[in-house]
């Protein structure tokens, strides 16, 4: 499960949140109730969505059109995905989505990514690799070969990193992704890449567009997991690293959801999708 904790009461009032608040967004499980007037949903479906700072429990109240912000949301597991993999989904896969729809990359790009080994990195690389891109992906020297699998070319970050990227890719990069905080947009400035094809996640830049999950597509998160090979062999496909949305009009229609009886992981990613 995605986790989100604070202690400051301007970043909790952010994001609706009172203090002191607890952690745990993302989910998956199985539903054992539906409420009156639910459609689309039914006793035994397996689900995986998000209830902000509440996931981590036996049982899940969520609204069936709601948003991770305000009564949780649920979307159908695909077959083929496990509950383990589904629960590290919803946002940093969001957060992935709507960083890539704010630089669009595609065939002919090279894409730079900071922190390209962190919860959205791992779907940021592999779904800029699906769209055709070349994907430079910064990260530590012992974070090199995890990267590499994920189908990014690694570079180290820190001092000189411009330095570095342009040796590795002579003929520049086109579009730039920085989920940590401004080193990957200052390098990118200096390679020359337009500020409308660089965005971040975690830091406010002029100029720059931000991304935030809450800004993801409809059907973004359904779309992701559709993605997911069903062979482990495949390097062009997302695979979750263990590391880890949407916002969909709310509704007072709940459903019930057992997110205890799936497996979980803890990761560390943007915040949650709220706004």
Do not use: K
Request: hydrophobic share 45%.
């Amino acid at each position: 499960m995605d986790w989100f904790m604070t202690a400051d009461a301007a970043t909790a009032a952010r994001f609706g949140l009172a203090l002191p608040c607890g952690f745990g967004t993302d989910y998956a499980g199985t539903v054992d109730q539906v409420g009156a007037g639910v459609t689309g949903f039914a006793v035994g479906d397996r689900v995986f969505g998000g209830a902000l700072s509440r996931a981590v429990a036996d049982h899940v109240v969520v609204e069936a059109e709601g948003s991770i912000a305000v009564g949780g949301d649920a979307h159908r597991t695909p077959d083929g995905v496990d509950d383990r993999t589904a629960a590290v989904l919803s946002i940093a896969g969001c957060t992935a989505a709507a960083a890539l729809a704010v630089v669009r990359p595609g065939a002919g790009d090279t894409l730079l990514v900071g922190g390209a080994g962190g919860g959205v990195g791992v779907f940021v690389v592999q779904l800029a690799r699906l769209a055709g891109a070349r994907v430079i992906g910064t990260g530590s020297a012992a974070s090199a070969d995890a990267l590499a699998e994920l189908g990014a070319e690694p570079v180290t970050y820190g001092e000189g990193l411009a330095e570095r990227v342009r040796a590795l890719v002579p003929d520049g990069v086109t579009a730039a992704v920085d989920l940590y905080g401004t080193e990957v947009v200052q390098a990118a400035r200096a390679l020359g890449v337009p500020d409308a094809r660089i965005t971040t996640i975690a830091a406010a830049v002029d100029g720059i567009t931000p991304a935030n999950g809450a800004n993801a597509a409809p059907g973004a998160l359904e779309e992701i997991p559709r993605t997911w090979p069903r062979d482990a062999s495949s390097s062009r496909s997302p695979r979750p690293s263990g590391s880890s949305t949407c916002a969909p009009p709310s509704s007072s229609r709940r459903a019930g959801t057992s997110a205890g009886r799936s497996s979980s992981t803890s990761s560390r990613c943007g915040p949650p999708c709220a706004s």
